[in-house]
């Protein structure tokens, strides 16, 4: 990695962490940037295919469809890959969680980040609800989706991300992906980026005045409107 970019990845991990103490829901991660020009969408459906090895899976998959201000999208939770993390992720989905919830932190050649409800009273609840660790057995390529977690272990909660390009040094920090994006990634990669991180450091302010204030100080955002269970077992 030349030693400019290093450089950068390093200042990065540090301002995420750093801002890890500061709210109730934050994250912490990084990449460097550089997507290849060439991702597509059937590459996102490759992606289980070039694996080096594939296993059966015990536990059914099954599909949820995101409805966003962007278009729709649907990803489909493989329950084997993050047992918790899929679970915690039904629970969510079909308490309504994530309707009307911003896509708050988009960064280009990293990831779409979502998961801070518009009701301050969901964030609290949730909040105090962390989930353990799952072993992280899928790496943190293109159109992965993962829960966010702070530096520290059993720390995620409502918080998920959507990999832009191959973020698999991500793997090593405890991030475990429980599904992927097999319908509408171009729509994934529309979502308005402009404000990269500005509000990496606002998590507290967004889960206690939910969208009024993200629609006064963020106006460009992305949102989702409604997320369903479909094609389930």
């Not at 995101?66 to 939770?77: A, D, L, P, Q, R």
């Not at 529309?190 to 991180?197: L, P």
Request: charged share 25%; hydrophobic share 35%; aromatic share 12%.
């Amino acid at each position: 990695m030349p030693r400019f970019r290093y450089m950068n990845f390093l200042v990065l991990i540090t301002i995420l962490f750093a801002g890890c103490t500061s709210s109730p829901n934050n994250t912490a991660m990084d990449s460097r940037s550089g997507k290849n020009a060439d991702n597509s969408e059937d590459k996102t459906l490759q992606l289980v295919s070039n694996e080096t090895v594939v296993e059966k899976e015990e536990t059914p998959t099954y599909k949820a469809k995101f409805v966003t201000t962007k278009g729709e999208f649907i990803i489909e939770v493989h329950p084997d890959w993050s047992p918790r993390g899929a679970a915690r992720f039904r629970e969510l989905v079909e308490s309504g969680f994530y309707n009307d919830c911003a896509l708050f932190r988009v960064v280009n050649n990293f990831m779409a980040q979502f998961g801070i409800s518009n009701n301050p009273e969901a964030n609290r609840k949730w909040r105090d609800k962390p989930i353990k660790d799952d072993p992280v057995q899928k790496s943190n390529t293109r159109g992965r989706v993962t829960f966010a977690k702070t530096g520290l272990p059993d720390s995620r909660t409502t918080q998920i991300f959507i990999n832009y390009e191959d973020n698999s040094r991500l793997n090593s920090m405890g991030f475990a992906p429980f599904a992927e994006v097999v319908s509408g990634m171009d729509v994934v990669d529309s979502f308005y980026s402009a404000y990269g991180e500005r509000t990496t450091q606002l998590q507290g302010q967004i889960a206690e005045q939910g969208n009024a204030f993200l629609k006064e100080k963020f106006p460009e955002l992305d949102y989702i409107e409604t997320v369903e269970i479909i094609d389930a077992q």
